[in-house]
T-cell receptor, first 111, second 115 residues
Framework: EPEVTQTPSHQVTQMGQEVILRCVPI?????FYWYRQILGQKVEFLVS????????KSEIFDDQFSVERPDGSNFTLKIRSTKLEDSAMYFC?????????FGEGSRLTVL | AQKITQTQPGMFVQEKEAVTLDCTYD???????LFWYKQPSSGEMIFLIY??????QNATEGRYSLNFQKARKSANLVISASQLGDSAMYFC????????????FGTGTRLQVFP
C-alpha cells in the first residue's frame, strides 16, 4: 500500500541552526501539506502546496519557514533559524482530494 | 472561519462496549468534509472515516460509524465493540471545499479502553 514517508524520524538541533525535514508524498497525489504537533497538543496546519506553489499558509508559517518540491518526488520543509518553540512533531501529508494520508512524522528537538 | 470542537478531553470505556466521541463544527461553506483520525501512542495519524456534507447516509467503516447531524453541526464518532487496541487519541477534522484546501483539527479526545 502506498504511503507517505518522512525523514529523519528524529532530529536534535541547536537553537539558531537550520533544519530541513524531508517527505516523499504518495506518487499520484497533487496536494501536499505540513502540520506540526507540539507534545500533547492539537495538530496545527502550517502550509499547503499545490501545483508547485504554496496555496495557503497559517500565521505560524512565518519567514523562518519555507517549503520546496525540488524534484518530482520530495517535498521539504526548511526552518531557517530554529527556536526552542519549534520543538514539535512535524507531519507531512498528501491527498488526491479525499482524506489526507500522513507520514509517521519527524520529531524535532531544539536545544 | 472554520472551527472544530471536541469537548471531551478524555473518555473511558470497557472492552466490548460502544463509545461515542463528540465533535461539533462550524463553517460557512455549504460543502465540506468531516474526518476522524486515530493517533496511537506511537504518534502516527491513522485515517478512520469520512463524511461528506451532502452524503445522505451516515458513514460506516467496520466498527466505526459517524453519527452525522447536519442541522446540529455535529459529527460524532461511534466505536462499537471496543478493543484494547482502540486506546489512543482521536481527532475530528474538517475540510471546506470552496474556501480552503486545508484540514483543520479539533483538540482531540483521549480514549482509554479497559478490560
Amino acid at each position: 500500500e502506498p504511503e507517505v514517508t518522512q525523514t529523519p524520524s528524529h532530529q536534535v538541533t541547536q537553537m539558531g541552526q537550520e533544519v530541513i525535514l524531508r517527505c516523499v508524498p504518495i506518487s499520484n497525489h497533487l496536494y501536499f501539506y505540513w502540520y506540526r504537533q507540539i507534545l500533547g497538543q492539537k495538530v496545527e496546519f502550517l502550509v499547503s502546496f499545490y501545483n508547485n506553489e504554496i496555496s495557503e499558509k497559517s500565521e505560524i508559517f512565518d519567514d523562518q519557514f519555507s517549503v520546496e518540491r525540488p524534484d518530482g518526488s520530495n517535498f521539504t520543509l526548511k526552518i531557517r533559524s530554529t527556536k526552542l518553540e519549534d520543538s514539535a512533531m512535524y507531519f507531512c501529508a498528501s491527498t488526491s482530494g479525499g482524506e489526507l494520508f500522513f507520514g509517521e512524522g519527524s520529531r524535532l528537538t531544539v536545544l | 472561519a472554520q472551527k472544530i470542537t471536541q469537548t471531551q478531553p478524555g473518555m473511558f470505556v470497557q472492552e466490548k462496549e460502544a463509545v461515542t466521541l463528540d465533535c461539533t463544527y462550524d463553517t460557512s461553506d455549504p460543502s465540506y468534509g468531516l474526518f476522524w483520525y486515530k493517533q496511537p501512542s506511537s504518534g502516527e495519524m491513522i485515517f478512520l472515516i469520512y463524511q461528506g456534507s451532502y452524503d445522505q447516509q451516515n458513514a460506516t467503516e467496520g466498527r466505526y460509524s459517524l453519527n452525522f447531524q447536519k442541522a446540529r453541526k455535529s459529527a460524532n464518532l461511534v466505536i462499537s465493540a471496543s478493543q484494547l487496541g482502540d486506546s489512543a487519541m482521536y481527532f475530528c477534522a474538517m475540510r471546506e471545499v470552496y474556501n480552503t484546501d486545508k484540514l483543520i483539527f479539533g483538540t482531540g479526545t483521549r480514549l482509554q479502553v479497559f478490560p
